[in-house]
């Protein structure tokens, strides 16, 4: 009978358990409890988590590949799609589904902004590089400031798989703290006076200029970054069957059922790949710090642009609307919003900025367009 309850003991999770196992477990816990009690980023970190605390329970085998009479775990099936690159461009159809491209339609110029917003992944990508990480390396970590979770998701499987689930934390964290990140940048760029510039109401968008952008933009950014038009392309299709309002039950589904089932499938398995010797280690450290920095600078790249825009136009674009190009839709045009409210409460900048917030989704994703085609392969 003894000899029966050592062998159990011997071959349970409990004997196989290491610190590392016992960290990630509580750390997982801890994004756990961010998910449910404060509500950060919850539909995607607590499936993150839980996945964080599947793979790091000894002897559990779910990230297992088939092994002789083994089929593997269900997880390692799973992630299949997230390996392939299938997950995230159905997220982008889903969230083009649920995006309205009106604001930057009737406000092109804020295209810029969305543009400008993109130079934190480009600076946090050399500071990738000078902190001794490789190319691809870099381009993962430096995506991480487009602030969109699944093109950072996305382009990490294409370049570095083994920086996956610290990339993916990383990106929705600092996503789910834009509240916290952005407006101490915001007021320290700009003036009492610029805070308090009210933008003029937007001309109305006709329903045919709204179907004809999703498909120009395709056009247009596949031709000129091919390696793009796979995230592009879903996003566009997303919003042309939004708003050709021919099929309103496949965009029903698209922003609400299928949206919500890939979302726990991907959360699920990007965080199936933080196990504990993977995820403990320098690399991670370095990975956090410089998803900050690429966060921050793509904010204040993007005001300072809007600052510009502002003289330009002889005071008739708000720069802290800059700040939304950062493509965390639809947080940080809310921030923006917040931010003129305090500085005048019938200064309404909501709309103004979901237009570079939504260009910010383009930005991002021509941006792992290009990154991908120097580092692809």
């Known amino acids: 009978m003894g000899d029966v ?3 159990l003991i011997q071959t349970s999770g409990f004997a196989n358990l290491t610190w590392k196992h016992l960290f990630m477990i509580c750390l997982a816990c801890v994004f756990l409890y961010l998910a449910i009690k404060k509500e950060y980023e919850p539909y995607l970190l607590l499936p993150i988590a839980f996945g964080i605390l599947l793979v790091n329970l000894p002897l559990a085998g779910l990230m297992s590949g088939p092994l002789g009479d083994n089929p593997g775990g269900l997880l390692y099936y799973l992630y299949k799609g997230t390996e392939l ?16 491209f009106g604001p930057l339609i009737a406000n092109p110029i804020v295209l810029l902004l969305g543009g400008a917003a993109q130079f934190g992944i480009f600076a946090a990508f050399f500071g990738a590089l000078m902190l001794g990480m490789t190319g691809m ?3 993962s970590v430096g995506i991480i400031g487009g602030a969109d979770g699944p093109t950072a998701i996305f382009l990490t499987t294409k370049l570095a798989p083994h920086l996956l689930s610290v990339i993916a934390l990383a990106a929705y964290s600092y996503m ?22 009210k933008m003029s109401q937007q001309r109305k968008v006709s329903r045919t200029e709204k179907i004809v952008f999703p498909i120009f933009t395709t056009i247009f950014v596949a031709l000129v970054v091919p390696t793009a038009a796979t995230l592009i392309g879903s996003l566009m299709l997303g919003n042309l069957v939004k708003e050709s309002a021919v099929v309103p039950r496949i965009a029903e589904v698209l922003q609400n059922t299928l949206m919500y089932v890939v ?12 196990e504990a010797n993977l995820f403990l280690s320098a690399t991670t450290l370095k990975v956090i710090f410089l998803g900050l920095f690429a ?19 002889k005071g008739k674009i708000n720069p802290m609307i800059g700040a939304a190009g950062v493509s965390a839709v639809p947080m940080a045009a809310r921030v923006v919003h917040q931010e003129g409210l305090k500085a005048d409460p019938s200064n309404y900048l909501l709309m103004h900025a979901v237009g570079p917030n939504v260009a910010g989704v383009i930005g991002s994703a021509i941006a792992a367009g290009v990154l991908l085609a120097f580092f692809g392969g």
């Open 85 to 100: 690159g299938i997950y995230p461009p159905l997220i982008f159809l889903c969230l083009g589904a649920t995006i309205d």
């Open 263 to 274: 979302t726990i499938i991907l959360g699920l398995t990007v965080g199936a790949k933080a």
């Open 137 to 139: 390396e870099a381009a």
């Open 295 to 313: 966060f921050a600078i793509g904010t204040a790249a993007g005001v300072l642009f809007g600052k510009l825009l502002c003289k330009i136009t």
């Open 5 to 7: 309850f050592n062998e």
């Open 176 to 197: 789910a703290l834009v509240p916290i990140i952005q407006p101490p940048i915001i007021r320290a760029l700009t003036t009492e006076k610029e805070r308090k510039i």
